[in-house]
């Protein structure tokens, strides 16, 4: 969806670029763009926006990968804070976890999942179940 409001965008200000006499038309399909843009992918990760409401996802990273983590924007509302042992807090809302959930298991042992609960449960199966795979190796 968000790829279809990009492009009508980009139509829209190619067409009016071009001096098109429809400028009201392809104004107020800027406009809408812009209005998707903001309310729902500011709370995605990545591609998936499926979820009821945001969700406050608090994340702690070992000092390790603290500076590679730091240095990124992973998600257009994230905030940072270096905690005293040099560990890294993220920070961020989010509509729908699974695309966190996986970024988060890609990290493996250095990201410690605070907040929200239901995030944090999920990547403890996973993790379980991965763990159970490998041992079968």
């Known amino acids: 969806l968000a790829y279809l409001w990009a492009h009508m965008a980009v139509v829209a200000k190619q067409q009016l670029a071009a001096g098109s ?23 995605t990760f990545g591609r998936s926006a499926i979820g009821s ?39 961020f809302k989010a509509v729908g976890l699974y695309e966190v959930q996986r970024w988060v298991l890609s990290c493996g042992g250095d990201v410690e999942v605070v907040k929200p609960k239901e995030l944090r449960e999920a990547v403890a199966t996973e993790a379980k179940r991965s763990c159970k795979k490998v041992g079968k190796s």
């Open 53 to 91: 409401k945001p969700q406050k996802v608090r994340l702690i990273f070992d000092k390790s990968i603290a500076p590679w983590i730091a240095q990124r924007q992973w998600h257009p509302e994230q905030k940072f804070r270096t905690l005293q042992d040099g560990r890294v807090e993220m920070t």
């Open 21 to 43: 006499s429809e400028v009201d038309f392809y104004n107020a399909k800027i406009t809408t763009a812009n209005f998707y843009f903001k309310k729902i992918l500011a709370t």
